[in-house]
């Protein structure tokens, strides 16, 4: 008689990774949402994707590969399989001997997937397993393309490859530019396009300086010169790339936005493209939007874990507003499409009103602000409340009418998520006011406040321990002699891995500020900022400064990196330069 499989979660609560509520409460969401249960607490941020990894191993009678491990890489043999299903399937290839190959896959439930592997290499298939995230790190670092192997870029220039084009600057910019796929420009862009897609970038930027052509790779937040390409080649460039964003060619004069959407390594990636007349020419930014950058889960976000626990209980309340603070960039999109993933389900009606709507969720209704035609964020946030939705989400609160319209729709029973440009959590409360908002409005419909920062993590790999730490950042980010002692601080390096920057992949650092008593009187009496924050203090909130130092305690980042984001104000009047 077979042995009966355990289930998963019966598993983790053997193992004490979970307790019998947490995964009846994971098992209550993935009915919902029609997803597994191992994804349910992943993000929902119970246990960590390696733990349900493991799991499944056992579950399955499998091994489970440690891809971080340093033998890891002697293991793999990429070249048994073909490179188009490594990188669309995620599989790592082990070994091929006696008519079986041993493949590291990341769903053992994926039998479709097992069964169109059989076809393809025509041999029987052994698994082993490893989580999903970290095969795609291991595909990342392995390299591929114009990548080196620490995952940056060649430091050949990306005209050598026979992408020449000799342009009269007098020529106008209309130049036959779709003379086939073949032609000089187009393999140029190309191999930009995808260089930087490889790259793990954000933005493209192309910048025509006097007597050359800048192109620039925003990575991890930071941008590096990747090339400076022939002051020959702008007007072909730049005429190239419109044409592929779909604007007017000829216009030169006004700041136009387009999109491109092409496939990169069989993934199909969208670019929001923005053209700004300048000096020198036209300055052209293609900022990537990856489908999955927005979909990583909340457990990746950054969040420790009594926060992650108490984020989790503001988003599923009934109604009332959910601030996310912080500056462009900061991540504030990625943090609410993570909340509206878990929350997206069938007998959940979702409304978005966003400029521009960036990402296509199924399940959620999107709209698009137009605000040439007169839809704006107030015209459209009234309407959708005549759809009775149960949870909305505004892009940005930009005006009082926007923020009021929020307000009310809070206070006649809808979950509201919204993005405020403001500095720290209670700022958002006198920013409001400061619109016009009516006090007793804002203190008795808001519910939470959270600002946020993205810091840079250290290399995982060449990280060490910081010998002599800039003893004035230690006392900016509050860690003590003893704290130093205990753990010690580290500092970058620079290996293969991160292309020698000495940090890869970023998260977020946050302060969550929950109203209470105290605070909806503050607000109510028009307090100031700073008896807010001594109140949202007393009330458990963290600020970001105390959250970073837990990560820079850990081995996660740097004080200089903390600092930077959390106490710029104080770096400046202490004349610290990082």
């Known amino acids: 008689m077979a042995r009966k499989r355990k289930k998963l979660g019966e598993i983790l609560r053997e193992w004490g990774t979970l307790t019998e509520e947490q995964v009846d409460q994971a098992m209550g969401v993935a009915r919902g949402t029609g997803k597994r249960i191992g994804e349910a607490l992943v993000e929902m941020g119970l246990c960590r994707e390696e733990d349900v990894a493991k799991a499944l191993a056992a579950q399955f009678d499998m091994e489970y590969i440690d891809l971080d491990a340093a033998d890891t890489a002697k293991r793999i043999d990429k070249s048994l399989v073909p490179d188009d299903l490594v990188k669309k399937h995620l599989v790592l290839p082990m070994s091929s001997s006696g008519g079986r190959m041993k493949l590291v896959i990341h769903d053992p439930m994926d039998l479709e997937l097992l069964d169109l592997l059989r076809f393809r290499l025509n041999t029987e298939i052994e698994t082993a397993i490893a989580p999903k995230s970290a095969i795609r790190a291991f595909l990342d670092d392995s390299g591929g393309g114009d990548r080196t192997a620490g995952g940056m870029f060649s430091e050949e220039s990306l005209v050598t490859e026979s992408v020449d084009v000799t342009v009269d600057q007098s020529v106008d910019s209309s130049i036959d530019i779709a003379a086939g796929d073949d032609a000089p420009i187009i393999r140029l862009v190309h191999r930009i396009i995808t260089e930087a897609v490889r790259g793990r970038a954000s933005d493209i930027h192309v910048e025509p300086m006097t007597d050359r052509?800048?192109?620039?790779?925003?990575?991890?937040?930071?941008?590096?010169?990747?090339?400076?390409?022939?002051?020959?080649?702008?007007?072909?460039?730049?005429?190239?790339?419109?044409?592929?964003?779909?604007?007017?060619?000829?216009?030169?004069?006004?700041?136009?936005?387009?999109?491109?959407?092409?496939?990169?390594?069989?993934?199909?990636?969208?670019?929001?493209?923005?053209?700004?007349?300048?000096?020198?020419?036209?300055?052209?930014?293609?900022?990537?939007?990856?489908?999955?950058?927005?979909?990583?889960?909340?457990?990746?976000?950054?969040?420790?874990?009594?926060?992650?626990?108490?984020?989790?209980?503001?988003?599923?309340?009934?109604?009332?507003?959910?601030?996310?603070?912080?500056?462009?960039?900061?991540?504030?999109?990625?943090?609410?499409?993570?909340?509206?993933?878990?929350?997206?389900?069938?007998?959940?009606?979702?409304?978005?009103?966003?400029?521009?709507?960036?990402?296509?969720?199924?399940?959620?209704?999107?709209?698009?602000?137009?605000?040439?035609?007169?839809?704006?964020?107030?015209?459209?946030?009234?309407?959708?409340?005549?759809?009775?939705?149960?949870?909305?989400?505004?892009?940005?609160?930009?005006?009082?009418?926007?923020?009021?319209?929020?307000?009310?729709?809070?206070?006649?029973?809808?979950?509201?998520?919204?993005?405020?440009?403001?500095?720290?959590?209670?700022?958002?409360?006198?920013?409001?006011?400061?619109?016009?908002?009516?006090?007793?409005?804002?203190?008795?419909?808001?519910?939470?406040?959270?600002?946020?920062?993205?810091?840079?993590?250290?290399?995982?790999?060449?990280?060490?321990?910081?010998?002599?730490?800039?003893?004035?950042?230690?006392?900016?980010?509050?860690?003590?002699?003893?704290?130093?002692?205990?753990?010690?601080?580290?500092?970058?390096?620079?290996?293969?891995?991160?292309?020698?920057?000495?940090?890869?992949?970023?998260?977020?650092?946050?302060?969550?500020?929950?109203?209470n008593t105290e605070i909806r009187e503050l607000a109510f009496t028009r307090a100031p900022i700073d008896t807010l924050r001594d109140a949202a203090i007393r009330g458990g909130m963290r600020p970001l400064v105390d959250d970073g130092k837990l990560k820079v305690l850990r081995g996660d980042t740097t004080p200089a990196e903390v600092a930077r984001f959390a106490q710029a104000e104080t770096l400046t009047e202490a004349n610290v330069d990082i």
Do not use: W
């Open 213 to 515: 052509v800048i192109l620039r790779y925003r990575i991890d937040g930071v941008c590096h010169v990747r090339d400076n390409l022939p002051k020959r080649m702008q007007s072909s460039l730049l005429a190239r790339l419109k044409l592929m964003a779909g604007v007017n060619i000829a216009e030169r004069r006004i700041p136009q936005d387009g999109r491109i959407k092409m496939p990169v390594d069989g993934e199909q990636i969208d670019f929001r493209v923005s053209v700004c007349p300048a000096y020198h020419g036209e300055s052209i930014v293609l900022r990537i939007l990856r489908p999955d950058s927005v979909k990583i889960g909340l457990v990746n976000l950054g969040f420790e874990r009594e926060s992650m626990e108490e984020f989790n209980r503001i988003i599923r309340r009934p109604n009332g507003v959910f601030l996310v603070t912080g500056p462009t960039g900061s991540g504030k999109t990625t943090t609410l499409y993570s909340a509206l993933d878990v929350l997206n389900r069938p007998d959940r009606k979702i409304i978005t009103a966003e400029d521009p709507v960036e990402y296509n969720f199924t399940g959620i209704n999107q709209c698009q602000v137009r605000e040439s035609i007169g839809l704006s964020f107030s015209a459209i946030l009234r309407s959708m409340l005549r759809q009775a939705p149960n949870i909305i989400l505004i892009g940005e609160i930009r005006d009082r009418e926007v923020a009021e319209i929020a307000i009310q729709a809070a206070l006649t029973g809808h979950l509201v998520f919204s993005t405020l440009h403001t500095n720290d959590a209670p700022s958002a409360i006198t920013r409001l006011i400061d619109m016009g908002v009516k006090p007793f409005l804002v203190a008795s419909s808001i519910q939470a406040i959270m600002a946020q920062r993205l810091i840079r993590l250290l290399c995982d790999q060449c990280r060490e321990l910081d010998p002599d730490p800039d003893p004035r950042l230690l006392e900016l980010i509050g860690i003590t002699d003893d704290e130093l002692a205990n753990t010690g601080v580290h500092r970058p390096v620079g290996c293969g891995k991160c292309g020698q920057i000495g940090f890869r992949g970023r998260k977020a650092i946050f302060e969550m500020m929950k109203m």
